[in-house]
């Protein structure tokens, strides 16, 4: 399966989709993995509605990402990818990237055979792209991380890392040369910062986290 090829939401070609299209994309596919999909992406009520999805799926013919065979709808290119990724998805990772006065989101989902990169943008519209494939997934997290520092040099994020039954998180900033991490365990308590890390020990606490959570 393939979309585009890229570790790199801001400089790669994209695909956009409205938040009714992304609706019934969801809804195409009718597993417990596209209700995950759904809160991940905030769109639950937009999913619950018949409306709703009936215009996102006009939609979509009439951009030709679907067809019809009979009385059934066809997904076709991009929306046929996106349905699968959504649907058969197996971790969703939520990358919020701030600086002093915003936050920019990438959330990549990843299944079996597709992973994707998704940002949303103006009006409720989301676009997106394809995880390179021959990285894996903490080394395309960190592109991600290691491009918004480069852009604004004090820039930090916060990835949440989930799977069906499971989450946690990473809060990562640059330190002067370095790296630093926190986590909080327990929400009433301060967050516990390591400082002075490589980039290589960042990568490292990507792929733990990745590791300790199991479906």
């Known amino acids: 399966?393939?979309?585009?090829?890229?570790?790199?939401?801001?400089?790669?070609?994209s695909y956009g989709f409205g938040f009714a299209e992304v609706a019934y994309v969801l809804r195409s596919t009718s597993t417990a993995q596209a209700r995950k999909s759904a809160a991940v992406l905030r769109l639950t009520d937009e999913l619950d509605s018949d409306q709703l999805c009936v215009a996102g799926a006009s939609s979509l013919l009439a951009r030709g990402f679907a067809s019809t065979q009979g009385?059934?709808?066809?997904?076709?290119?991009?929306?046929?990818?996106?349905?699968?990724?959504?649907?058969?998805?197996?971790?969703?990772?939520?990358?919020?990237?701030?600086?002093g006065d915003s936050i920019d989101t990438v959330v990549h989902v990843e299944s079996d055979k597709v992973k994707v990169l998704l940002q949303p943008r103006t009006l409720s519209t989301w676009f997106v792209f394809a995880q390179d494939p021959t990285l894996d997934g903490a080394a395309a997290e960190m592109d991600i991380i290691e491009e918004h520092v480069r852009q604004t040099k004090t820039g930090t994020a916060y990835v949440l890392s989930r799977t069906l039954d499971s989450e946690d998180h990473l809060m990562i900033r640059p330190d002067s040369q370095a790296w630093a991490i926190g986590q909080a365990k327990d929400p009433a308590a301060d967050v516990v910062e390591r400082t002075g890390l490589s980039s290589e020990d960042v990568l490292a606490s990507l792929s733990g986290l990745r590791a300790a959570l199991v479906s």
Do not use: C, H, N
């Open 1 to 13: 399966m393939d979309l585009t090829s890229t570790s790199q939401p801001e400089s790669a070609e």
């Open 71 to 99: 009385e059934d709808i066809e997904l076709e290119g991009p929306a046929m990818v996106l349905a699968y990724a959504l649907g058969q998805a197996t971790r969703w990772t939520e990358i919020s990237l701030m600086t």
